[in-house]
């Protein structure tokens, strides 16, 4: 069965510095891979998802994720984070052969002015 | 395009009494997702229909949860007896059809058992 970790409830990070949120997950097969954000009393917005090809990925709000085949890994990243991206972020794992997706549990991203 | 509509936004019930959530889905989005997500925890599914058929319930609590999407459109998801444990927030998503899809998630459902 498919599964993702998200190693860290919480990343602090202060504005215009670089942001790194980690995901690592365990398929059976390639996986199809997926970032969402949740504001507060809000639904998940989708960011980005790697299916194949290039393992840069890049998506909303000037996010990208880098997709690791070896170490098992699709970390969020973005450049120069500001205080408007603090919110919760969820990683999420299909497997192809599966319907299910399967979210990890999350890690809140605070950013600091 | 209009988003995932979802309502009643908040819902406080007493424990064993029956509570329904409605869900009307992007135009066009053959596939409907319900998600329980508990505080602190990451959206579990529930049960997902591809249009008005069930691909995969199971994760939801049939002795206690129902849902239906009877036109392959709307969907409603009920609990009868509620449980403390059901306090949660129920997302509803949809998708088009394909795996590689990604999915829109409705503003969610609060439901507060008492």
């Known amino acids: 069965a498919q599964s993702v970790a998200q190693p860290e409830d919480q990343v602090n990070v202060a504005e215009g510095n670089p942001l790194t949120v980690k995901c690592t997950y365990s398929v059976s097969g390639n996986p199809y891979l997926f970032w969402y954000v949740q504001y507060p009393n809000r639904g998940l917005q989708f960011l980005l998802k790697?299916?194949?090809?290039?393992?840069l990925v890049k998506g909303s709000y000037g996010f990208e994720a880098e997709f690791n085949k070896s170490q098992t890994s699709f970390h969020l990243k973005k450049p120069s984070a500001l205080v408007s991206d603090s919110a919760l972020y969820f990683c999420a794992v299909r497997d192809p052969g599966f319907q299910k997706l399967v979210f990890g549990t999350g890690t809140r991203l605070l950013v600091s002015p | 395009e209009a988003g995932v509509a979802q309502s009643p936004r908040y819902k406080i019930i007493e424990k064993r009494q029956s509570v329904a959530f409605w869900c009307n889905p992007i135009s066009g989005h053959a596939t409907l997702y319900w998600y329980q997500q508990i505080l602190g925890q990451g959206p579990k599914l529930l049960i997902q229909?591809?249009?008005?058929?069930?691909?995969?319930d199971s994760q939801l609590p049939k002795d206690r949860f129902s849902a239906e999407r009877l036109k392959g459109v709307d969907s409603t998801l009920k609990i009868q007896p509620a449980k403390l444990e059901d306090s949660a927030v129920y997302l509803c998503?949809?998708?088009?059809?394909?795996?590689?899809?990604?999915?829109?998630f409705g503003p969610g459902t609060r439901l507060t058992v008492l």
């Open positions: 790697y299916i194949t090809g290039d393992n």
């Open positions: 229909f591809q249009n008005n058929g069930v691909v995969d």
């Open positions: 998503a949809s998708s088009r059809t394909g795996t590689d899809n990604e999915q829109f």
